[in-house]
C-alpha cells in the first residue's frame, strides 16, 4: 500500500512543528508519566490531549498538566464515541493550526513507547504516513498471551487479504502523518468508530496517493488501566475491509 511522494517541496522532519495526540479515556494513572516522556524528547514535541469526558476525570488532570506545560493542549470532547471521531476532532484542530506541519498518534498507556515517536518523524522525509509496526522485522510485542497474538496476527492477515494490501500492520495506532496527507484524505467520509479506524485512514491514505512506510516497534502491554477492545470492535473490523474495498478501486 503506497503511492508515489508528492513532488512539492517537503517541510524537513522537525519535532517543533509536530503535534502528538493522545485519545484518552479513564488514563488518568497513565497519562502525566507519557506526558512527561514525550516532552523530554528533544526537540520541542507538542502534544494535544483528547478527552471523551472521562469519567475518572481525565480530562480536568490534562488541563492542570496543560496550565503547567505550555506544550500540551487539550480538547475536551462531550461524550465517549468511539477512537475514529476522538481522533478526526483532533485531526481537525491540529490543522486548524498553520505551524503544526506533522500530526503523530500515540496511545496513553505506554504500549507505544514514546522514545520512537523520533523515528517515526525521520521516516517522513521519505513518506507521507509512517506507521510503528509490530510485523515488519525487528517488530515485535511483548507481554501478549498467546491468544492475543494470534487474534492480532489473524487479523491483520485477513485485513490485508481482503484489501489486497501491502502494509502489513494495518491495525497499529502509533503513527505519524505529514499535514498534507491527512488534508488530502476526505476525512468527513470516514465513519468508523473504533479501532477499525486505524484500517480505513490506512486505507484512504493510499487512495489518496500517499507513500506509506512501516517502521518496527516493540508493541507492549499496557501498564495500567483498562483494555477498550470489545466484541462489537471486533465485529466491526471483520465487517469493515470489505466496505473499504470500493475506495481502493
Known sequence: MSGPLSTEESPRPDPGKALVVVPTYDERETLPALVEAVLALSGGWR????????????????????????????????????????????????????????????????????????????????????????????????????????????????????????VRDLTAGFRMWRRRALEAIDRDAVRTRGYGFQIEMAVRAAAADCRVVEVPICFTERRAGKSKMSGSIVAEALVLPWKLRKIRQ
Open 47 to 166: 502534544l494535544l490531549v483528547v478527552d471523551d469526558n472521562s469519567p475518572d476525570r481525565t480530562g480536568e488532570l490534562a488541563d492542570d498538566i496543560a496550565r503547567e506545560q505550555p506544550r500540551v493542549s487539550v480538547l475536551h470532547r462531550e461524550r465517549k464515541e468511539g477512537l475514529g471521531p476522538a481522533y478526526l476532532a483532533a485531526f481537525g484542530e491540529a490543522l486548524r493550526r498553520p505551524d503544526v506541519h506533522f500530526v503523530g498518534q500515540i496511545d496513553s498507556d505506554f504500549s507505544h513507547d514514546p522514545s520512537d515517536l523520533p523515528r517515526l518523524l525521520e521516516a517522513l522525509g521519505e513518506a507521507e504516513l509512517a506507521i510503528g509496526s509490530r510485523y515488519v522485522p525487528g517488530g515485535r510485542t511483548e507481554g501478549w498471551g498467546l491468544r492475543r497474538r494470534l487474534l492480532s496476527t489473524w487479523g491483520n492477515t485477513y485485513v490485508r487479504a481482503v484489501l489486497g494490501a501491502r
